[in-house]
Protein backbone atom coordinates (compact mmCIF):
# COMPACT_ATOMS: atom_id res chain seq x y z
CA UNK A 1 0.00 0.00 0.00
CA UNK A 2 1.52 3.50 -0.79
CA UNK A 3 0.60 5.05 2.19
CA UNK A 4 2.87 2.23 4.25
CA UNK A 5 5.70 3.13 1.91
CA UNK A 6 5.10 7.12 2.16
CA UNK A 7 5.51 6.43 5.68
CA UNK A 8 8.40 4.06 5.76
CA UNK A 9 10.60 6.28 3.51
CA UNK A 10 10.05 9.33 5.53
CA UNK A 11 11.37 7.52 8.47
CA UNK A 12 14.39 6.00 6.56
CA UNK A 13 14.98 9.60 4.58
CA UNK A 14 14.26 11.96 6.72
CA UNK A 15 17.08 11.74 9.73
CA UNK A 16 15.37 14.90 11.22
CA UNK A 17 11.91 13.38 12.52
CA UNK A 18 13.88 10.56 14.03
CA UNK A 19 11.30 7.87 12.70
CA UNK A 20 8.75 9.94 14.38
CA UNK A 21 6.37 9.46 11.02
CA UNK A 22 2.80 7.86 11.70
CA UNK A 23 -0.21 8.11 9.21
CA UNK A 24 -4.19 8.77 10.06
CA UNK A 25 -6.88 8.39 7.63
CA UNK A 26 -8.06 11.80 7.55
CA UNK A 27 -6.89 15.37 8.92
CA UNK A 28 -9.82 15.31 11.80
CA UNK A 29 -8.12 12.40 13.30
CA UNK A 30 -4.81 14.07 13.91
CA UNK A 31 -6.30 15.16 16.98
CA UNK A 32 -7.20 11.90 18.64
CA UNK A 33 -4.12 9.63 16.80
CA UNK A 34 -1.21 12.52 16.85
CA UNK A 35 0.31 11.52 19.07
CA UNK A 36 4.22 10.90 18.51
CA UNK A 37 6.55 13.13 19.84
CA UNK A 38 7.86 16.55 18.32
CA UNK A 39 8.99 16.98 15.62
CA UNK A 40 6.72 14.44 14.17
CA UNK A 41 5.14 13.91 10.67
CA UNK A 42 1.91 12.46 9.74
CA UNK A 43 0.63 10.71 6.36
CA UNK A 44 -2.78 11.40 5.33
CA UNK A 45 -4.36 10.26 2.20
CA UNK A 46 -6.78 12.88 0.14
CA UNK A 47 -7.83 11.37 -2.98
CA UNK A 48 -7.84 9.17 -6.23
CA UNK A 49 -8.27 10.61 -9.10
CA UNK A 50 -8.91 7.64 -11.90
CA UNK A 51 -7.28 8.48 -15.55
CA UNK A 52 -8.71 7.32 -19.13
CA UNK A 53 -8.56 3.24 -19.39
CA UNK A 54 -5.73 2.05 -21.78
CA UNK A 55 -6.94 -0.81 -22.74
CA UNK A 56 -10.05 -2.41 -24.17
CA UNK A 57 -10.59 -5.21 -20.93
CA UNK A 58 -10.58 -2.22 -18.32
CA UNK A 59 -7.59 -3.69 -16.43
CA UNK A 60 -4.71 -0.69 -17.17
CA UNK A 61 -5.71 2.76 -15.85
CA UNK A 62 -3.71 5.14 -14.46
CA UNK A 63 -4.75 6.64 -11.05
CA UNK A 64 -3.51 9.60 -9.67
CA UNK A 65 -2.89 9.17 -5.55
CA UNK A 66 -3.02 12.35 -3.30
CA UNK A 67 -1.95 12.40 -0.09
CA UNK A 68 -0.65 15.23 2.49
CA UNK A 69 1.62 15.44 5.06
CA UNK A 70 1.38 17.29 8.03
CA UNK A 71 4.53 18.42 10.50
CA UNK A 72 4.33 18.86 13.82
CA UNK A 73 7.10 21.01 15.54
CA UNK A 74 7.19 22.68 18.71
CA UNK A 75 7.45 26.07 19.58
CA UNK A 76 6.94 26.50 23.24
CA UNK A 77 10.77 27.82 23.49
CA UNK A 78 9.70 31.14 21.42
CA UNK A 79 6.31 32.34 21.33
CA UNK A 80 7.51 34.31 18.13
CA UNK A 81 7.33 30.42 16.36
CA UNK A 82 11.20 31.59 14.86
CA UNK A 83 12.71 28.62 15.84
CA UNK A 84 9.83 26.44 14.95
CA UNK A 85 9.83 28.07 11.32
CA UNK A 86 13.78 26.99 11.09
CA UNK A 87 13.00 23.66 12.35
CA UNK A 88 10.40 23.57 10.13
CA UNK A 89 12.11 24.41 6.45
CA UNK A 90 15.01 21.87 7.59
CA UNK A 91 12.63 19.04 8.10
CA UNK A 92 10.25 20.18 4.98
CA UNK A 93 13.98 19.90 2.91
CA UNK A 94 15.01 16.97 4.15
CA UNK A 95 11.43 15.48 2.95
CA UNK A 96 11.08 17.28 -0.43
CA UNK A 97 14.56 15.81 -1.13
CA UNK A 98 13.68 12.17 0.78
CA UNK A 99 10.41 12.19 -1.65
CA UNK A 100 10.44 14.07 -5.03
CA UNK A 101 11.58 11.77 -7.86
CA UNK A 102 11.39 8.57 -5.30
CA UNK A 103 9.94 5.48 -6.99
CA UNK A 104 7.60 3.60 -4.26
CA UNK A 105 7.48 -0.09 -5.50
CA UNK A 106 4.81 -0.91 -7.55
CA UNK A 107 3.92 2.64 -8.73
CA UNK A 108 5.15 4.99 -10.23
CA UNK A 109 7.64 8.21 -9.37
CA UNK A 110 6.66 10.56 -6.59
CA UNK A 111 6.09 14.03 -8.65
Known sequence: MLMLDLISALRARVPLLAQRVGGTAS???LHE????????AYVIPMGETPGEQQDMN???QRVEVSFAVVL???NASDEAG???MTQLAAIQAQM???LLGWDPPEHDAIE
Open 27 to 29: IED
Open 33 to 40: YGKLPVPA
Open 58 to 60: GYA
Open 72 to 74: FVD
Open 82 to 84: QAA
Open 96 to 98: FSA
